[in-house]
């Protein structure tokens, strides 16, 4: 029991670490905070996926 617990404690550390890793490395630069995404990269949004029918599930 004491193996599971140690390995739980470790997973959730190593979570909380790469997915601090991961957010902090998510942010834009410095000096593009506030600046809009190119124009070639496609917005995602819920209407899109529901036209597409990629999010709804049906396939």
Same mark, same amino acid.
């Given at each position: 029991?004491?193996?599971?617990?140690?390995?739980?404690?470790? !997973?959730? =550390?190593?979570?909380? $670490?790469?997915?601090?890793?991961?957010?902090?490395?998510?942010?834009?630069?410095?000096g593009?905070?506030?600046?809009?995404?190119? !124009?070639? =990269?496609?917005?995602? $949004?819920?209407?899109?996926?529901?036209?597409?029918?990629?999010?709804?599930?049906?396939?």
């Amino acid at each position: 029991m004491v193996i599971f617990w140690a390995l739980l404690a470790v !997973g959730f =550390v190593a979570c909380v $670490t790469i997915g601090s890793v991961a957010w902090y490395s998510s942010k834009r630069p410095a000096g593009w905070e506030g600046s809009e995404p190119p !124009g070639w =990269v496609n917005k995602i $949004t819920p209407k899109n996926l529901r036209d597409s029918g990629d999010g709804d599930g049906n396939g």
